[in-house]
């Protein structure tokens, strides 16, 4: 399913339009952006459509395109979500790189973290991402998750392993911290 539209104060979190297939293609074919996902080629626009229309009809998702100063910069999602226990995965690209390092991508985790937990009940969100990418793991860590693990030499990406940095954040622990938001 696509997410309503939640609005911070420099990031707003909407459902995709039409036109956002043709973007997230440019972006998955920018090997820059692509580097920490674990996709290695861009899809096809038809491809990434039928994934698009896939993600509004299921139930185990929820999927947002990221916008700041009224342009689409990206895409986040809550992922295999598993209702009975109540907790999913999490992913985000900011594929425009002129956004990078902006700070949006915390805010935009922010937002879709407050949904997880007060929207839709969740009790736990998961993600993992290349252990390098110090970003991701900093806006991560802003908005509340905590190390679990690593998955040593998990992943073969620019001709060698990787290991994938593992974290959690439980509800409790969210609420604990913002109790007032």
């Known amino acids: 399913m696509f997410g309503p539209v939640l609005r911070g104060e420099g990031v707003t979190l909407r459902p995709p339009t039409p036109d956002d297939a043709q973007r997230f293609v440019d972006w998955f074919a920018d090997t820059e952006v692509t580097?920490?996902?674990?996709?290695?080629?861009?899809?096809a626009k038809h491809e990434e459509e039928e994934w698009l229309k896939k993600l509004a009809e299921g139930d185990n998702d929820v999927f947002w395109t990221i916008e700041t100063?009224?342009?689409?910069?990206g895409a986040i999602g809550i992922h295999e979500i598993d209702w009975i226990n109540a907790h999913a995965s999490t992913g985000i690209m900011i594929g425009d790189k002129s956004y990078w390092r902006r700070g949006i991508a915390s805010e935009a985790m922010r937002l879709r973290t407050r949904f997880?937990?007060?929207?839709?009940?969740?009790?736990?969100?998961?993600?993992?991402?290349?252990?390098d990418n110090v970003a991701s793991r900093r806006a991560l860590e802003k908005a509340g998750y905590r190390q679990v693990g690593i998955r040593r030499e998990e992943r073969w990406s620019d001709g060698r392993w990787h290991d994938m940095w593992l974290a959690e954040v439980l509800r409790a622990d969210w609420e604990r911290d913002h109790a007032q938001s």
């Open 35 to 43: 580097r920490f996902l674990g996709r290695r080629t861009p899809p």
């Open 69 to 73: 100063e009224g342009t689409p910069i």
């Open 116 to 131: 997880a937990f007060r929207e839709l009940n969740l009790h736990k969100l998961s993600t993992e991402v290349f252990a």
